[in-house]
């Protein structure tokens, strides 16, 4: 079956950078884009991009540009997302998200989710 | 930059139908989906393409999408059915989210 299992929580001083991973299993890593979205506590769904992991293509929404970088890993089926600068307002879950479209092509809507990694932003 | 607009609430008697909004412009011309979300969960996609349902998605569940607003239709609703549910779309640049509903089946 599909498991998305992302690292464990964080907790990071303002100006830090924190790095989370999803690790993906239960189907063809290289055939299914990788998204990664946040949501802040109590607070509605965000979306920050994008990654293909059979190249390593990435696109970011521009609130991220600068601060921002996805990569993935082939050999051990792990995309990771790094953001740097962090804020106090950086405080979230981090979700990674598998894109539904697979060979068909990207969908951007999302299939099935990790477990949510909690960054937590303070002095 | 595009906007999806929800209602914060929508109250529903159990066994009854729920209607949840998602309104943008001329959203009818965009693909729909959404999301269910529990309480400490990862959210799950219960809609996409404005009426499909993902494969384990009760029959209860389904969607419309025309003219500026989606709807999220929940016949016969549940105890269970009761948390937040988000719609979503995708607006040639990027993935846009509704600010969320949240259901309560009283």
């Known amino acids: 079956q599909v498991q998305l299992v992302q690292s464990g929580a964080e907790v990071k001083k303002p100006g830090a950078s924190v790095k989370v991973s999803c690790k993906a299993s239960?189907?063809?890593?290289?055939?299914?884009?990788m998204h990664w979205l946040r949501q802040a506590p109590g607070q509605g769904l965000e979306w920050m991009g994008i990654i293909d992991p059979s190249g390593g293509t990435t696109a970011y929404t521009q609130d991220f540009q600068g601060r921002l970088t996805m990569t993935g890993d082939t050999t051990t089926g792990t995309v990771s997302m790094e953001l740097r600068s962090l804020r106090s307002d950086d405080t979230a879950v981090y979700f990674c998200?598998?894109?539904?479209?697979?060979?068909?092509?990207?969908?951007?809507?999302?299939?099935?989710w990790g477990q949510g990694t909690l960054v937590t932003v303070s002095s | 930059s595009y906007e999806l607009t929800q209602p914060p609430s929508v109250s529903v008697s159990p066994g009854q139908t729920a209607s949840i909004t998602c309104s943008g412009d001329k959203l009818g011309d965009k693909y729909v989906c959404w999301y269910q979300q529990k309480t400490g969960q990862s959210p799950v996609l219960v809609i996409y393409?404005?009426?499909k349902r993902p494969s384990g998605i009760p029959e209860r569940f389904s969607g419309s999408n025309s003219g500026n607003t989606a709807t999220l239709t929940i016949t016969g609703t549940q105890a269970m059915d009761e948390t937040d549910y988000y719609c979503q779309t995708w607006d040639g640049s990027t993935v846009v989210f509704g600010g969320g509903t949240k259901l309560t089946v009283l």
């Open positions: 393409q404005d009426t």
């Open positions: 998200a598998r894109d539904f479209g697979g060979l068909s092509g990207l969908s951007y809507y999302f299939d099935y």
């Open positions: 239960g189907y063809t890593f290289t055939s299914y884009y």
